[in-house]
C-alpha cells in the first residue's frame, strides 16, 4: 500500500492525536484505503462502514497499521463524500476516530 505521495514528495509526519485537522488530511491523503481494502478482498465503503460501527459501539480498531491507515484515509474521504459546504460537524463526529487510530499509530510507529 502506498504510503506517500506519488512522485517522490517526503510524506507528511504522523499528526498527533488531536492534530489540526489540516495535518490529519494531509495525512490521510497519502494512503489509499480503496486499494487497501480490494487488498483484503473488500470494498472501501462497505469495509469503513463496519470499522466505523465498530468503532462507535465497541471501541474497536484493527490491529494492523495499514489497515489503521486506510480506515483514517477512508474516513477522511468520508467527509468529502458527505460535505457540501461546512464540514465542520462531519469533522468533529469523526475526530474521536482519527484520534484513536493516531494515538495506535503512534504507540506502535
Same mark, same amino acid.
Given at each position: 500500500?502506498?504510503?506517500?505521495?506519488?512522485?517522490?514528495?517526503?510524506?507528511?509526519? !504522523? #499528526? +498527533? #492525536?488531536?492534530? #489540526?485537522?489540516?495535518?490529519?488530511?494531509?495525512? =490521510?491523503? /497519502?494512503?489509499?484505503?480503496?486499494?487497501?481494502?480490494?487488498?483484503?478482498?473488500?470494498?472501501?465503503?462497505?469495509?469503513?462502514?463496519?470499522?466505523?460501527?465498530?468503532?462507535?459501539?465497541?471501541? =474497536?480498531?484493527?490491529?494492523?497499521?495499514?489497515? %489503521? +491507515?486506510?480506515?483514517?484515509? !477512508?474516513?477522511?474521504? +468520508?467527509?468529502?463524500? %458527505?460535505?457540501?459546504?461546512?464540514?465542520?460537524? %462531519?469533522?468533529?463526529? /469523526?475526530?474521536? !476516530? =482519527?484520534?484513536?487510530? !493516531?494515538?495506535? %499509530?503512534?504507540?506502535?510507529?
Amino acid at each position: 500500500m502506498a504510503r506517500h505521495a506519488p512522485g517522490g514528495d517526503e510524506p507528511p509526519p !504522523l #499528526p +498527533r #492525536p488531536g492534530a #489540526p485537522w489540516a495535518q490529519v488530511e494531509a495525512f =490521510a491523503g /497519502t494512503v489509499d484505503g480503496y486499494a487497501y481494502a480490494e487488498s483484503i478482498g473488500e470494498e472501501g465503503p462497505p469495509w469503513f462502514e463496519s470499522w466505523w460501527a465498530r468503532f462507535n459501539d465497541e471501541g =474497536a480498531l484493527p490491529a494492523d497499521s495499514d489497515a %489503521l +491507515r486506510a480506515l483514517l484515509a !477512508l474516513a477522511v474521504r +468520508r467527509i468529502r463524500w %458527505l460535505s457540501w459546504g461546512d464540514t465542520s460537524a %462531519l469533522v468533529a463526529a /469523526t475526530r474521536p !476516530l =482519527a484520534d484513536a487510530i !493516531l494515538a495506535r %499509530l503512534n504507540a506502535t510507529e
